[in-house]
């Protein structure tokens, strides 16, 4: 009995720090969201490639700085004591161009001591990369150096940013 109300709290625990999560997003608190994650945490998508510790934080930090018109929507969530999933959509327009981008993202989490160890976010990159970038990210996302270029600019873009 006791064992089945740990997992039910771990679970209640992951389920709100899921919703915490998307939360500070949408108030574009990088520092809230940052405090999510455990210090060694392991995040990956797309755009970003795979990102370890305290570049996890630094990159939300740095996506939630930019300009307005974030809009996150939390469509469907779940978790259990280790592990979790979540449904979500980013509405924004990209930094660089201005380009209005809607884009649909699927996530996977591991949790450890009541923090996200893991976070992989999956999304179509050549439907981003369209939206984001226009013709430019139509033509190149026919070509298998879509993946480099986009992560090639987003770690340039984190490596720069100063915002810790």
């Known amino acids: 009995m006791v064992e089945s109300s740990d997992e039910?709290?771990?679970?209640?625990?992951n389920v709100?720090?899921?919703?915490?999560?998307?939360?500070?997003?949408?108030?574009?608190?990088?520092?809230a969201m940052a405090a999510c994650y455990a210090p060694d945490a392991r995040f990956?998508?797309?755009?970003?490639?795979?990102?370890?510790?305290?570049d996890v934080g630094r990159m939300w930090r740095m996506l939630t700085s930019r300009g307005s018109?974030?809009?996150?929507?939390?469509?469907?969530?779940?978790?259990?004591?280790?592990t979790g999933t979540a449904h979500w959509i980013?509405?924004?327009p990209f930094a660089t161009t201005g380009r209005p981008v809607v884009n649909d993202?699927?996530?996977e989490y591991r949790f450890s001591n009541g923090?996200?160890?893991?976070?992989?976010?999956?999304f179509d990159l050549r439907h981003w990369a369209a939206q984001a970038l226009g013709p430019p990210g139509r033509i190149l996302g026919f070509t298998p150096l879509l993946p480099i270029?986009?992560?090639?600019?987003a770690r340039r873009q984190l490596a720069s940013f100063e915002g810790d």
Do not use: C, W
């Open 8 to 13: 039910t709290r771990k679970e209640q625990g």
């Open 115 to 122: 923090l996200i160890a893991e976070h992989d976010d999956r």
């Open 16 to 31: 709100a720090l899921i919703e915490t999560l998307y939360g500070a997003l949408a108030r574009r608190d990088g520092e």
């Open 105 to 107: 993202i699927r996530a």
């Open 90 to 92: 980013a509405r924004y």
């Open 149 to 153: 270029i986009v992560r090639r600019m």
């Open 69 to 82: 018109g974030l809009d996150v929507e939390l469509l469907e969530h779940r978790a259990d004591g280790s």
């Open 44 to 54: 990956s998508d797309p755009a970003f490639g795979e990102l370890r510790g305290p």
